[in-house]
């Protein structure tokens, strides 16, 4: 049997889900970059849900710290509640959770976004 960390309950592996992660927090990053270019500082601001699943398209309504506490670490992922049950939570916030990668996942998370 397949080591949860190599292999994911759905199937997809743990190299796979870091790089769709990995993917949406970069498009997320752009978002934030473009939301300081406007000077919306105090605002919400929504970004994409970073969990696994390539297909998601949910949002999620973000605060500036919010933001960057989930940013403090490259482990972390913002995502709607329950799309990441395998990892662990952070913090909850209002209609998302910050999670954090652990075991081999965060290892694949942190070498392919160095």
Aim: glycine content about 8%; hydrophobic content about 35%.
């Amino acid at each position: 049997m397949a080591d949860a960390a190599e292999e994911r309950g759905n199937g997809r592996s743990a190299e796979r889900a870091a790089r769709n992660e990995v993917t949406f927090r970069r498009a997320n990053e752009e978002l934030d970059a473009r939301r300081r270019e406007l000077d919306v500082e105090g605002e919400r601001f929504p970004l994409l849900c970073e969990c696994e699943e390539e297909g998601c398209t949910e949002l999620i309504l973000v605060g500036p710290a919010e933001y960057r506490e989930a940013r403090s670490s490259r482990r972390q992922f913002l995502v709607v509640d329950g799309h990441d049950p395998a990892s662990r939570v952070v913090r909850r916030h209002d209609g998302f959770v910050i999670v954090e990668k652990e075991g081999r996942e965060a290892e694949i998370v942190e070498e392919m976004d160095s």
